[in-house]
T-cell receptor
Framework: RKEVEQDPGPFNVPEGATVAFNCTYS??????FFWYRQDCRKEPKLLMSVYSSGNEDGRFTAQLNRASQYISLLIRDSKLSDSATYLC?????????FGKGTTLSVSS | DAGVIQSPRHEVTEMGQEVTLRCKPI?????LFWYRQTMMRGLELLIYFNNNVPIDDSGMPEDRFSAKMPNASFSTLKIQPSEPRDSAVYFC????????????????FGNGTRLTVT
């Protein structure tokens, strides 16, 4: 089983739509969870951390279910600029392990 | 802050040749990571260093790959001999204190080196 698994998509949605991405991880000892964003042919950048109680940053909501080893990202009111690949990230000791990413395409 | 600096940006070489990728982390960052990204396998962790000491090299695919960090401001990833299947984007990243502090210590990536081995 891979350490971090994501649905690769692509997700094609119209502007204004709500879209959700899911991720599962295999290492029950992991303590740190993140979503990174990667634009085409660019480096990944931190989008947000994921906390046990769930957390929100503007239109983005992240949730963690430790019992199921499941992480989610919800994007409300999608914008054209949200088009990118979203990477689910989990720690292995002091390193970060990335999922393959889920591609989102928002169209007008 | 200049960010993480990688060189070269692009490298095209023939199978069998030696390839050396270079990275300068952000000053003051104690952790340095090398990742490789392909369409098939995504972003894979190759090796990482803490205070210039290799901590985990289990992701290094073969003995053809080696990495060094002679000082806090420089690291190299060497492939010898290179093969076509090594073609990928290689990213270097640094962070203040690894994944321990979470978002307080995010990974900062360089622009990557796009390697093509023919």
């Amino acid at each position: 089983r891979k350490e971090v698994e994501q649905d690769p998509g692509p997700f094609n949605v119209p502007e204004g739509a709500t879209v959700a991405f899911n991720c599962t991880y295999s290492n029950s000892a992991s303590q740190s969870f993140f979503w990174y964003r990667q634009d085409c042919r660019k480096e990944p950048k931190l989008l947000m951390s994921v906390y046990s109680s769930g957390n929100e940053d503007g239109r983005f909501t992240a949730q963690l279910n430790r019992a199921s080893q499941y992480i989610s990202l919800l994007i409300r009111d999608s914008k054209l600029s949200d088009s990118a690949t979203y990477l689910c990230v989990v720690n292995r000791r002091t390193a970060l392990i990335f999922g393959k990413g889920t591609t989102l395409s928002v169209s007008s | 802050d200049a960010g993480v600096i990688q060189s070269p940006r692009h490298e095209v070489t023939e199978m069998g040749q030696e390839v050396t990728l270079r990275c300068k982390p952000i000053s003051g960052h104690d952790y340095l990571f090398w990742y490789r990204q392909t369409m098939m396998r995504g972003l894979e962790l190759l090796i990482y260093f803490n205070n210039n000491v290799p901590i985990d090299d289990s992701g290094m695919p073969e003995d053809r790959f080696s990495a060094k960090m002679p000082n806090a401001s420089f690291s190299t990833l060497k492939i010898q001999p290179s093969e076509p299947r090594d073609s990928a984007v290689y990213f270097c990243a640094s962070s203040l204190q690894g994944a321990v502090l979470g978002a307080n210590s995010p990974l900062h990536f360089g622009n990557g080196t796009r390697l093509t081995v023919t």
